[in-house]
């Protein structure tokens, strides 16, 4: 063995007399040597100070910078910071506000005598409405930058997610987001827990703190939810009591495990579907209408489409039984998801041997067997009947023309007004018979053209969930959650990306913080309008007002701006 190579690798003199140079330790054999030597008037040598480096030391620790820079430029790529700081900041805006706009309590034990209860009212009611929407403008803005950082690869995978864990945390806190709908299911809960059939009776049946705070559209109707849904509002009742703070907080975070296992899926799913990963992610899970309405409200929609995602990837991965229990799951949960159940058939016929009838039939009654056993193993947990199924209808009490038949009756109410006097009713019934017609062939067509299976069976059930959010009867923002779930692993082209985006801010503005619907404030809607375009535009054209000083100092008004 060579000693005094053994030497320059531990960093030891090689022979008498020399210095010990530490750093020279660390670089290796081919590093120079960076210790600057200076000979005093006596001729002894002697080590320059550390605070006055030599050119030599600057330059050999060039490629420890190169290194940092590096280093630096992959952390970058994991996690965008400034974004997340931006759309966190947003969150804890939006959460500070919702104390105040949000739908709040009737009573809130924690406001209620304190100094901060002048919130809640007057002018205090509009300060925190205006920080709530100052946080719903930073959410959105830093969501369309990290679009914009994921659509040319600078961040991927792992930014995205660091980015919806940022913004996610605070509005895990605040009260109900846009909607009061997580009081109705505490109250359907407590139903079920006292013995009191929730698809008989609405939340007025047993009066308390929780139904108290039920919307009155809603006190006496029954629960539209599958059995799965009422175990859980049961659950979650049985632990926080009457406490409807915690109860609120309680059910978000098991409507999270939606988000969860969305996060799980997507990439996956976008390896199938022929898209990416992160732009996935970052379409669907990290989209501010997920986010806010989704997880803010909370609502079960969100834990459905994490199943039904989960569901749909783990069957594209020839686990069919898997798959087809966790679609039932979710088919318990709301019934929604049963759409996906037939698309799930011609992907595992698709897979089988034999005759195609032979394999149809097999595929068929093993996913008929299945989503049975699931769903009775779901009911009789629950201690439920299914009176669900009757009380589908009672969603036919929201009326707004975000839902195409709903849409149709009113304006066809409207031009016969001018005629003769007409109920809205009527029309509503005829549209709405309509609506269902349409939606059941555009059902069939999309399952026939999916027979094929493969991943071109999930394209179909994307387009049919989609047509079901447009032709149901009632239709609310975060019903676009269904189609969007699968659909953001598809590959999307950068016109349908920017559609995508408008669509996605103005279903978010388009209801009110405390719940109410802002669907007829047409004015507010024309302003919502005018920013979802402004945040499509920005997703391909950064700062398309031209309001930084940077871009201005680049290109001088009457020079065009470089193809870049």
């Not at 190579?5 to 530490?22: F, I, K, T, V, Y």
């Not at 330059?59 to 290194?67: F, K, Y």
């Not at 929730?198 to 599958?226: F, H, I, K, R």
């Not at 986010?291 to 995602?309: K, R, T």
Request: some cysteine; hydrophobic content about 55%.
């Amino acid at each position: 063995m060579d000693t005094r190579s053994w030497n320059q690798d531990c960093g030891r003199p090689s022979a008498p007399g020399r210095l010990w140079d530490h750093g020279a330790a660390m670089r290796g054999h081919d590093a120079p040597t960076t210790t600057a030597v200076t000979t005093s008037a006596a001729g002894r040598t002697a080590l320059s100070p550390p605070n006055h480096p030599s050119r030599e030391h600057a330059v050999s620790n060039a490629p420890d910078r190169l290194h940092l820079f590096r280093r630096l430029a992959v952390f970058r790529r994991l996690v965008p910071l400034r974004i997340v700081l931006i759309g966190a900041t947003g969150s804890v805006l939006i959460a500070l506000g919702a104390v105040g706009a949000a739908g709040v309590l009737n009573h809130d034990p924690l406001l209620a005598g304190s100094g901060l209860s002048w919130v809640r009212f007057g002018h205090g009611r509009d300060l925190a409405t205006g920080l709530l929407y100052l946080g719903l403008g930073l959410l959105v803005w830093a969501w369309v930058r990290l679009g914009r950082e994921v659509r040319i690869e600078r961040v991927g995978t792992h930014g995205v997610l660091a980015a919806i864990g940022g913004w996610l945390l605070p509005l895990m806190f605040t009260p109900p987001l846009f909607s009061r709908d997580a009081y109705s299911y505490l109250a359907q809960g407590n139903l079920a827990a006292h013995g009191i059939d929730p698809y008989e009776m609405g939340p007025a049946a047993l009066p308390g703190p929780l139904a108290d705070n039920v919307s009155w559209v809603w006190q006496n109707t029954p629960a539209p939810y599958g059995p799965l849904f009422i175990l859980v509002a049961k659950t979650v009742v049985m632990i926080t009591g009457q406490n409807l703070i915690l109860g609120v907080l309680l059910m978000r975070l098991v409507m999270v495990l939606g988000l969860v296992l969305m996060c799980w899926a997507l990439p996956g799913l976008a390896r199938h579907l022929g898209g990416r990963g992160d732009v996935a992610l970052w379409l669907a899970a990290a989209n501010p209408l997920m986010l806010v309405h989704l997880v803010g409200g909370p609502h079960n929609d969100l834990l459905m489409v994490g199943l039904l995602a989960a569901g749909v990837l783990v069957t594209l991965d020839r686990r069919h039984v898997l798959g087809i229990v966790l679609i039932m799951l979710a088919a318990a949960m709301k019934a929604t998801a049963v759409i996906a159940l037939p698309f799930m058939v011609w992907i595992w016929t698709a897979r089988l041997h034999g005759s195609a009838r032979s394999r149809f039939l097999r595929a068929a009654s093993a996913t008929l067997a299945v989503s049975l056993a699931v769903f009775t193993a779901c009911t009789l947990v629950a201690g439920v009947d299914l009176g669900w199924i009757s009380a589908l209808q009672t969603s036919s009490l929201i009326v707004n023309w975000l839902s195409v038949p709903t849409a149709v009756a009113q304006i066809a109410h409207l031009v016969t007004g001018w005629f003769v006097s007409a109920s809205l009713p009527g029309f509503l019934t005829v549209t709405r018979m309509l609506g269902f017609a349409a939606f059941a062939a555009v059902a069939l067509w999309q399952w026939w053209k999916a027979r094929r299976g493969g991943p071109e069976a999930v394209y179909h059930a994307t387009i049919t969930l989609f047509a079901l959010a447009l032709l149901s009867p009632a239709t609310l923002p975060w019903y676009f959650s269904w189609p969007l779930a699968l659909a953001a692993a598809l590959k999307w082209p950068g016109s349908a990306t920017v559609a995508a985006v408008c669509g996605s801010v103005w279903l978010l503005l388009v209801t009110f913080p405390s719940g109410d619907t802002a669907l007829y404030s047409w004015f507010y809607l024309l302003g919502a309008l005018g920013v979802s375009v402004l945040a499509a535009v920005s997703l391909v054209r950064p700062d398309p007002l031209r309001l930084s000083s940077r871009d201005r100092r680049a290109h001088p008004v009457g020079s065009p701006p470089s193809s870049g």
